[in-house]
């Protein structure tokens, strides 16, 4: 094998399980077992662990691009075209679970922040507006978006990522978060009279 194809063979099953059990569960020791590949090699191509969780958060970017692109190009409205988009990219979406719940790695909440924002501007924002009926390009949107997001994620059950799941899911948070908006208290609250 390739000094290259070893290299990439350790990256993939190492963003594989960072998805699947967390950065504080990475396990040098069980990739290796799995991949058939010794410990030296590890060593030969990354040097120590940050080097290899480098290489895995930008792998997760370069799949958050290509998702974009793909997104941008295939889907049409927000439901149900993003959930169905979505659950074509199980592991990239526990990634970005896990990202979301050690967002106390600021590197984590950084790449978190940044894929979440990226793929708000190159495509979902525009159709999330479409759906609700909102204002494009608007800062209370993307704040509500951003909300969205924060509710989504802490609720979204990694052993259920079928799209009708997440468009539920999905659904859940946006009428709870539309409701309150549309509620008295909201109102208050923005016009600062709230006491």
């Not at 350790?10 to 396990?27: R, T, V």
């Not at 958060?57 to 075209?81: R, T």
């Not at 990219?89 to 679970?97: D, M, V």
């Not at 967002?103 to 940044?114: E, G, S």
Request: glycine residues 4%; aromatic residues 14%.
């Amino acid at each position: 094998m390739k000094n290259s194809e070893s290299k990439q063979i350790w990256i993939e099953k190492g963003y594989e399980h960072f998805a699947l059990f967390g950065p504080e569960k990475l396990s040098i020791n069980k990739i290796s077992k799995e991949i058939g590949s010794s410990r030296a090699s590890f060593y030969h191509h990354f040097g120590d662990i940050e080097v290899f969780i480098e290489k895995l958060l930008d792998l997760h970017w370069q799949i958050n691009l290509q998702f974009c692109s793909v997104g941008a190009s295939e889907c049409k409205k927000y439901l149900p075209d993003v959930y169905l988009l979505l659950e074509q990219y199980p592991i990239p979406l526990q990634f970005s679970k896990q990202l979301f719940l050690n967002r106390n790695n600021p590197t984590y909440n950084l790449l978190f922040i940044k894929t979440y924002s990226e793929s708000a501007k190159v495509f979902i924002i525009n159709l999330f507006s479409e759906q609700y009926k909102l204002p494009k390009n608007n800062d209370d949107t993307y704040n509500l978006w951003l909300t969205f997001g924060e509710s989504w994620y802490s609720r979204l059950d990694i052993n259920n990522l079928s799209a009708t799941n997440m468009q539920q899911l999905a659904e859940d948070v946006i009428n709870s978060a539309l409701k309150f908006i549309s509620s008295a208290l909201y109102s208050k609250i923005r016009s600062n009279t709230f006491k």
